[in-house]
């Protein structure tokens, strides 16, 4: 067992000396996709504060049923909208510095994707027609996310691969296997969404959206 153990010590020296002698170049993969948006995602909270809980939730139920049935009338598909469960508790507010309580809420969040941009307009002022409805969240979005996704990693797979071998014809060496690949977690962070709206008039109103998906990968190739 003893001799195994020495066998075992400088066996894993040997390769570890051989990994450090191997030559090897390292190189950044970057890419970025902006695509045009075809798909808003909305977040609309209802929150209902009256001064009994019973009369709170009665109100909220009211109007969530009205929400639902404006998303119906705009034809919103029922797949993409999501209602949260619902939320009671005491409402505070602060006077003077000292929290007092001034009633019961009821809360509840409605999510969902609008995939027709023409109904942007219309759906956003029949929303705004009604003073409990408050849109908390809404970003442009792509319908084929995950497919753009896995292609902006191709690309900077590749264009890694690219740099790699431009680098070493310039060296006079010859590029080899993949030894390693990681991901640039902090320069891809989340995808950017840029919102952009223009109204000119009500005949000729639009919205134009972007986002964009940026990936980074570094890659170890071998070099003969």
């Given at each position: ?15 570890s000396?051989?990994?450090?002698k191997?030559?090897f ?13 075809d ?37 919103i598909?029922?797949?993409n909208?999501?209602t ?24 509840v ?15 956003t ?16 979005f792509?319908k ?19 740099k ?19 991901e640039?977690?902090?320069w891809?962070?989340?995808s ?12 000729s ?20």
């Amino acid at each position: 067992m003893k001799h195994f153990i020495i066998f075992l010590i400088i066996f894993c020296y040997f390769i570890s000396n051989a990994q450090e002698k191997q030559n090897f170049i390292e190189v950044n993969g970057t890419s970025e996709l902006i695509l045009i948006a075809d798909q808003i995602n909305f977040t609309i909270q209802i929150k209902i504060v009256d001064q009994s809980l019973e009369a709170s939730k009665k109100t909220n139920d009211k109007n969530l049923d009205y929400l639902l049935s404006i998303l119906e009338e705009m034809g919103i598909n029922p797949h993409n909208i999501e209602t949260s469960p619902t939320t009671l508790g005491k409402n505070y507010e602060y006077h003077l510095r000292e929290r007092k309580q001034n009633g019961f809420y009821t809360l509840v969040n409605v999510s969902f994707a609008l995939t027709d941009l023409s109904k942007y307009f219309e759906i956003t002022n029949r929303i705004a027609s009604n003073d409990y409805f408050e849109i908390i969240k809404s970003d442009y979005f792509i319908k084929d996310y995950e497919y753009q996704h896995k292609a902006a990693y191709i690309i900077a797979l590749e264009t890694a691969k690219e740099k790699a071998a431009y680098m070493c014809k310039a060296l006079e060496v010859k590029l080899g296997r993949v030894l390693e690949i990681q991901e640039n977690d902090y320069w891809q962070s989340n995808s950017k969404f840029t919102n952009t709206f223009s109204i000119e008039n009500t005949e000729s109103a639009s919205t134009n959206g972007k986002v964009t998906i940026r990936r980074s990968v570094k890659v170890k190739f071998e070099i003969e």
